[in-house]
């Protein structure tokens, strides 16, 4: 079947350091995937979008990667910082609508 | 306004009665979408507005569940004999008609059936 999951459902990470968030996606007919930020009692905010004839996009302290030969997206923050402390979802769109995963809760430690 | 508005923030109801949640999408923007999110999960597809039409209801639940945008702007959710498992943040989105991907989210309404 079709699904967008995530391989982690939590991510802790050292302030400063590095993260990378993880999903995969089942159906190689998806053509643009975005990454979602949400943090608590708001809802999801827009970070990154990529194609499916990109394999990289790069943005503010962001980049995504796209391997679609193991369908695999991964979102990449660089420098981590507390404000960053939020649940991230995957999203995969074909036509509309955009379909979301579970999400990676990713906690910043001070 | 200058974000996605949802109105109301919180409502909590008794099982069997009538809900609506608004919706006020950001100016200018054509495609309003509506999602549900239960605790711990991603958000979860209803209904998509192109204009006053709804070019997609294949994420409504059951027939329970209705939505409308008349004049193309503002819509409204509408639950009828909630259940316990209507429960969940219903969150509404808009876009740019012919934009990809990048929705632009409110803060969601919050039901809660007793």
């Known amino acids: 079947g079709e699904s967008v999951g995530l391989h982690l459902p939590t991510l802790s990470v050292q302030e400063g350091d590095n993260s990378i968030i993880n999903c995969a996606y089942s159906n190689s007919a998806s053509d643009y995937f975005i990454w979602y930020k949400q943090e608590s009692g708001k809802g999801p905010q827009f970070i990154i979008d990529i194609r499916s004839n990109m394999d990289k996009r790069q943005g503010q302290r962001v980049t995504v990667l796209l391997n679609k030969t193991v369908k695999h997206l991964s979102l990449q923050i660089a420098a981590t910082q507390p404000g960053d402390s939020a649940v991230y979802f995957c999203?995969?769109?074909?036509?509309?609508?955009?379909?979301f995963g579970k999400g990676t809760r990713l906690s910043v430690i001070a | 306004g200058a974000g996605v508005s949802q109105t109301p923030s919180n409502k909590v109801t008794e099982k069997g009665k009538y809900v609506e949640l608004r919706c006020d999408p950001i100016s200018g923007h054509t495609a309003l979408y509506w999602y549900r999110q239960s605790l711990g999960q991603g958000p979860e597809f209803l209904i998509y507005f192109q204009g006053t039409g709804a070019a997609d209801d294949s994420g409504l639940p059951n027939d329970r569940f209705f939505a409308v945008r008349p004049e193309g702007s503002v819509s409204t959710l509408k639950i009828q004999r909630t259940e316990r498992g209507d429960s969940a943040v219903y969150l509404c989105?808009?876009?740019?008609?012919?934009?990809?991907?990048?929705?632009?989210f409110g803060e969601g309404s919050r039901l809660t059936v007793l």
């Open positions: 999203a995969e769109k074909r036509i509309t609508p955009l379909v």
């Open positions: 989105a808009s876009g740019v008609a012919g934009n990809t991907g990048e929705l632009f």
